[in-house]
T-cell receptor
Framework: RKEVEQDPGPFNVPEGATVAFNCTYS??????FFWYRQDCRKEPKLLMS???SGNEDGRFTAQLNRASQYISLLIRDSKLSDSATYLC?????????FGTGTSLTVIP | GAVVSQHPSWVICKSGTSVKIECRSL??????MFWYRQFPKQSLMLMAT?????????EQGVEKDKFLINHASLTLSTLTVTSAHPEDSSFYIC????????????FGPGTRLTVL
């Protein structure tokens, strides 16, 4: 079983829509969780860390459910500039495990 | 935030030559650096984990004699692709973890390698 699983999409949504991504992880000993954003032909950039209490940054909300071993990312009021691939990353010790990424395209 | 640089940003070389890619943490010390490879429309694939002053740990299927990694200081790791072939053409990205214990990793801008 893969360490991290993500729906690759693609998700095509109109501007202003709300879109949610989920990611599951297989090892309950995983310690830290992140969402990264990667634009085409660029390096991943940290979008936000994910905590059990949930965290919000503007239009972005991330949530961690340890019992069910999944993390989620909610994007409200989608902008054209949100079009990218969103990577779910799980950390355990000195290892980082990447999901395959979920492709999002926001359509005018 | 922490900054990681990579050099060169892109390189084109002939088959059979060796290419060295540098990864530097500019404003922090990184005991651990990671090297990834990404093929078009695919996710990042971890190649190796590099710890300062010790041998790198390679992922299964990655040839350590072909992809030489040296992490000589707390701010520099190098990846050398030896005897490169066209199938080695890819986007190589490094990342570094702050020794202070911050969980997240910071990525370099990547190096696009094309082997003719």
């Amino acid at each position: 079983r893969k360490e991290v699983e993500q729906d690759p999409g693609p998700f095509n949504v109109p501007e202003g829509a709300t879109v949610a991504f989920n990611c599951t992880y297989s090892n309950s000993a995983s310690q830290s969780f992140f969402w990264y954003r990667q634009d085409c032909r660029k390096e991943p950039k940290l979008l936000m860390s994910v905590y059990s209490s949930g965290n919000e940054d503007g239009r972005f909300t991330a949530q961690l459910n340890r019992a069910s071993q999944y993390i989620s990312l909610l994007i409200r009021d989608s902008k054209l500039s949100d079009s990218a691939t969103y990577l779910c990353v799980v950390n355990r010790g000195n290892q980082f495990y990447f999901g395959t990424g979920t492709s999002l395209t926001v359509i005018p | 935030g922490a900054v990681v640089s990579q050099h060169p940003s892109w390189v084109i070389c002939k088959s059979g030559t060796s290419v060295k890619i540098e990864c530097r943490s500019l404003d922090f010390q990184a005991t651990t650096m990671f090297w990834y490879r990404q093929f078009p429309k695919q996710s990042l694939m971890l190649m190796a984990t590099s710890n300062e002053g010790s041998k790198a740990t390679y992922e299964q299927g990655v040839e350590k004699d072909k992809f030489l990694i040296n992490h000589a200081s707390l701010t520099l790791s190098t990846l050398t692709v030896t005897s490169a072939h066209p199938e080695d053409s890819s986007f190589y990205i490094c990342s570094a973890r702050d020794r202070v214990g911050v969980d997240e990793q910071f990525f370099g801008p990547g190096t696009r390698l094309t082997v003719l």
